[in-house]
C-alpha cells in the first residue's frame, strides 16, 4: 500500500514537471501524509526530496520566478540566523542538522507563494491543506474510538498516526489551528459541496481536540470563540447564543477530560506544569550562556538535560513547551530580532489587505482570508504560552498565503493607480527643476504631459 501511495505522489510529481502548480500540491500531501512514517520500507525513499527537486526543475524548465514579499525576506533572515547560530551551538553536529530538516518548509514555502497566483489556486491550496489535517484528525478520532490511543496524565489520549500529529498536544494544536482556514470554506459565495466539508471539518477538529485532552487547545478553542465574536461589532450579536451553547457542550464532555481541564485551577500542584516552569527557567539559563545566538535550533532538550536545569539532582531532558523560552534559549538575541520581525511585516500586511480588498470589487473569500490569517496568527502566539512552535511550518504557510494575496492582479493594478497618481503629483515639480536625459521612460512621459501646463 506504501509504495501505491508512493507511486500515486510520484505521478503527481511528473505532471508537476509541466504543471508546478500541481508538483507544489503534491509536496504539501507527502510533508502532511508523510508515507515514509506510515510505511517504514518506503522511508528509504524520501519520497519529499525526490518531489521537491522535481518542483525545483520543473521552475527551471517553465521559467517560473520566485516571489519574495516582504514577509519572506524575514523568513529567509529567519532562516539565515539558524545558520548563523550553528558555529556557537550547545551541539553544532544536531543543529546543522536540523538546520538542513527545515530546509523542507523552507523550499516549500517558497515554492508555495511563487503559485499561488490566483484566487482559485488559493481556495485549492486551502482545500487541500483542510483536507489533508482532517485525515490527520480523523484517522486519529477513528483510532480512539477503536481503541488505539495512548493513557497519560491519568486520561486517555488520541494520538496522530504520523510525526506531524506525533502526540496529543501537537495534533490538537495542528487541528485547533486550522478551523479558521475551514471557515473559509464556508462562506455562502462558495459551492454547497465546499461548505459542507467545511462544517464536518470544524465538527472533526473540534471532537478530536477533547479527545486529546489538550489543555492548551481547550483554552484555545475559548480564544478563537472570542477572536472570531468580537472580530466585528455586528458578531457580538451571537453572544447570547454562544452564552447558552456553552453549558450544554461542557456537560457533553467526558469526565475525564473534564478532571483534566479542571487541573488549571491548581497548577501549584501539577507536575507536569511545575516542571514546564523549570525547563523555562532552563531557557532563561540558555540564553544568559550566549544571548547573541542561544543554544542553536533543535539542542533545547539536549541542553536542558546535559547542562542547564535549574537545581540539583535528577536533569530531565525536556523541550521547551513554550515559544518564548524556546526563542530566547535556541536562537538569541538574533532570533528575537528575524522572527519578531516576521510577525511584525505579516500583522502589518494582513492589516494592509484587510483594508485594501475591503474597497476593491473582489469575492468575499479574499476579503474574509486576513482576517482568518489575523487569527491564526493569533492563536500561534496564545499557543505559543506552552507550546514551542517557533519552527512550525504554519506561521509560515501564512505567511505564504498572504504574501500572495498580495500579489493579486486586482491589489498590485491598485498599487499601479498609487504610484500613477504619485508621478502625476510629482510630474510638474520635476519639469520646472529637473531637465536629465537620465529620467526614468515612466517620469519621461509624465513630464511631456504635464510640463507645458505647469
Known sequence: MGFVIDAMLFGMAMIGLARPYIGMLALLIVMELQPGALYPQTAPLHLERIIAAMLLVSFL??????????????????????????????WPGNSAAYCLYFLEIVAFVLFATAQLTTELRIRSFILTYVLLVDWLGGSALWNYLHGIFIYRMHIDRAIGITSSAGDPNTLATTLLLTIPLCFTLMLRSNP??????????????????????????????????????????????????????????WMAIPQQYKARYETIDHLKKDESYQLRLDSWQGG????????????????????NGEKFWPGPGRKYWLNAHSLYFQTIGEMGLLGVFVFGGY???????????????????????????????????????????AAHVLFRSTWYIIGAMSGSLSLLPALQQKA??????????????VYGRVRSPALVPAWQTQIRTHGPSA
Open 416 to 429: 499601479e493607480e498609487t504610484t500613477t497618481g504619485r508621478l502625476n503629483a510629482l510630474a510638474p515639480w
Open 343 to 385: 510577525l511584525i511585516s505579516i500583522f502589518r500586511l494582513n492589516f494592509r489587505l484587510r483594508k485594501e480588498l475591503a474597497e476593491r470589487d473582489v469575492s468575499k473569500f479574499l476579503k474574509f482570508l486576513p482576517d482568518m490569517f489575523l487569527i491564526m496568527l493569533c492563536q500561534l502566539l496564545f499557543a505559543g504560552y
Open 61 to 90: 524548465l517553465n521559467r517560473q520566478k520566485f516571489r519574495l514579499p516582504t514577509p519572506m525576506g524575514w523568513f529567509l533572515a529567519l532562516y539565515g540566523a539558524m545558520f548563523l547560530a550553528i558555529p556557537l551551538a550547545f
Open 192 to 249: 454547497l459541496w465546499m461548505r459542507l466539508i467545511g462544517v464536518a471539518s470544524v465538527a472533526i477538529d473540534f471532537v478530536t481536540i477533547i479527545d486529546t485532552g489538550s489543555r492548551t487547545a481547550a483554552c484555545g478553542i475559548v480564544v478563537l470563540v472570542g477572536l472570531l465574536v468580537f472580530r466585528k461589532r455586528r458578531n457580538l450579536l451571537y453572544l447570547p447564543l454562544v452564552a447558552m451553547l456553552a453549558p450544554l457542550l
Open 284 to 303: 532563561l539559563a540558555m540564553f544568559e550562556s550566549n544571548p547573541l545566538t542561544g543554544v542553536g535550533p533543535g539542542n533545547y532538550a539536549i541542553a
